[in-house]
């Protein structure tokens, strides 16, 4: 099976524009979670989605907005970019029960100029 | 709250020598733990879990043991190599409604021939 793939890999921007970034999960999968990882804040829990609806959100702005669409591959935005919105951002499927493996994709790295 | 805290690093030994990486938690609930790895330009993989307390996860030689009394899942092997030169992750998913990761904030392990 092919593993989790996010794109764009790396992304520059500048403040105040928006951002789109794509993940598409394992085959069969039915849950996509978002992460932004930093080096201050390590590794914090964007939102989940599960068959086109978000089912777990964490605690980040309203700029921070995501969708899926039916056949799973996910997309999360930004608007309005802040200088401290550069991270890696990672991806993640799983079946969708809880309490179970998430598989990671290799991340989009944006930089906020 | 929930969260996760990890033993700072990085932590560097000798190839053979003894690993221990200290997790601890807290959580509102009855979480599932997990050790996840990131090798030097990939992605997380996931190392070992444990869903409920006293079970114990291992994999390649890693070991954690799920400790309700001391809130605690600290990761061992008995024997590193060279070729575990990663990062660690401790994380636990407290949600009973799909997926939803705490992280800790990850330990730099380097293995010296």
């Known amino acids: 099976k092919a593993g989790v793939t996010q794109t764009p890999r790396y992304l520059i921007k500048t403040r105040g524009q928006q951002v789109t970034l794509s993940c598409s999960p394992i085959?069969?999968?039915?849950?996509v979670s978002w992460y932004q990882q930093t080096p201050g804040q390590g590794l914090q829990f964007l939102f989940e989605?599960?068959?086109?609806?978000?089912?777990n959100k964490g605690n980040f702005p309203g700029r921070f907005s995501g969708r899926q669409f039916s056949n799973s591959r996910s997309e999360m935005n930004v608007s309005t970019l802040e200088l401290g919105d550069s991270a890696l951002y990672l991806c993640?499927?799983?079946?969708?029960?809880?309490?179970?493996?998430?598989?990671f994709g290799p991340g989009t790295r944006l930089t906020v100029l | 709250g929930n969260s996760v805290t990890q033993m700072e690093g990085p932590v560097t030994l000798s190839e053979e020598a003894f690993l221990t990486i200290n997790c601890t938690y807290t959580?509102?609930?009855?979480?599932?733990l997990f050790w996840y790895v990131q090798y030097p330009g990939e992605g997380l993989q996931l190392l070992l879990k444990?869903?409920?307390?006293?079970d114990k996860g291992s994999n390649k030689g890693f070991e954690a043991t799920y400790r309700k009394e001391t809130t605690s899942f600290h990761l061992e092997k008995g024997s590193v190599q060279v070729s575990d030169s990663a990062v660690y992750f401790c994380?636990?998913?407290?949600?009973?409604?799909?997926?939803?990761?705490?992280f800790g904030t990850g330990t730099s392990l380097t293995v010296i021939p």
């Open positions: 993640a499927s799983g079946e969708g029960s809880s309490y179970n493996e998430q598989f």
């Open positions: 085959s069969g999968h039915r849950s």
């Open positions: 989605y599960f068959s086109e609806t978000q089912r």
């Open positions: 959580a509102t609930g009855y979480p599932s």
């Open positions: 444990a869903t409920k307390a006293d």
């Open positions: 994380a636990l998913d407290i949600t009973n409604t799909g997926n939803q990761f705490y």
